[in-house]
């Protein structure tokens, strides 16, 4: 079971739309991650909050919006997104953010774009 | 070359084989070095820290070679369950932007 909770499982969005992925800890862990992942790649990191603020931004195009509400709380907001985003979208936090600790993963949401 | 990089199989082994991979890594002044599990469409679980002087967990070995700059994952006694794709991760003090995964290594383990 993991102890980072992300919303929701399943999303199927039109080009048009705005949503927004939610993820929460409760661990007490000071940095949380964006994660997006394609079929049969690895992981690649879009944005990094430690301590409430955004402390990297991967060059992600601006219709991904991350929002840090609280320590415990991330959003990634969605608007007009393209079909080439959807993808397995992970949230993940750890301690601090210093780079070397290990991240603990959301169960992700799986986003399609039609 | 890259930064991390894994054979991505697939390794297809029988229940009970013994199965080995490996991840070689460039940045000699890599810190913290992890193997994750990840089965198909779920998330990335972390299986194993890895430690300089080796470490294991049951049924897995992890190594760390420092000199030849690779870590590596051994698993005994293979199970159903063990069928995932293995990522390696390795990470450099600093950054968030310094933790790398590997591609992954696909395992199937066959009845």
């Known amino acids: 079971d993991t102890e980072v909770t992300q919303t929701p499982k399943h999303l199927v969005m039109g080009m048009t739309n705005k949503k927004s992925l939610k993820c929460e800890q409760h661990m007490g862990h000071r940095a949380m991650y964006w994660y997006k992942q394609k079929a049969k790649k690895p992981p690649e990191l879009m944005f990094v909050?430690?301590?409430?603020?955004?402390?990297i931004n991967e060059s992600v195009p601006s219709r991904f919006s991350p929002e840090c509400p609280n320590s415990s709380l991330l959003n990634l907001h969605l608007h007009a997104l393209q079909p080439e985003d959807s993808a397995l979208y992970l949230c993940?936090?750890?301690?601090?953010?210093?780079?070397?600790?290990?991240?603990?993963f959301g169960s992700g949401t799986q986003l399609s774009v039609l | 070359r890259k930064e991390v990089e894994q054979d991505p199989g697939p390794f297809n082994v029988p229940e009970g084989a013994t199965v080995a991979f490996n991840c070689t890594y460039s940045n000699s002044a890599s810190q913290s070095f992890f193997w994750y599990r990840q089965d198909c469409r779920k998330e990335p679980k972390l299986l194993m820290s890895?430690?300089?002087s080796g470490n294991e967990d049951g049924r897995f070995t992890a190594q760390l070679n420092r000199a030849s700059q690779y870590i590596s994952l051994l698993i005994r006694d293979s199970k159903l369950s063990d069928s995932a794709t293995y990522l390696c991760?390795?990470?450099?003090?600093?950054?968030?932007?310094?933790?790398?995964f590997g591609s992954g290594t696909q395992l199937t383990v066959l009845p």
């Open positions: 890895v430690y300089s």
């Open positions: 993940a936090s750890s301690q601090t953010g210093t780079g070397i600790e290990k991240l603990f």
């Open positions: 909050y430690s301590y409430e603020k955004l402390s």
């Open positions: 991760v390795v990470t450099t003090s600093g950054s968030a932007r310094q933790l790398t």
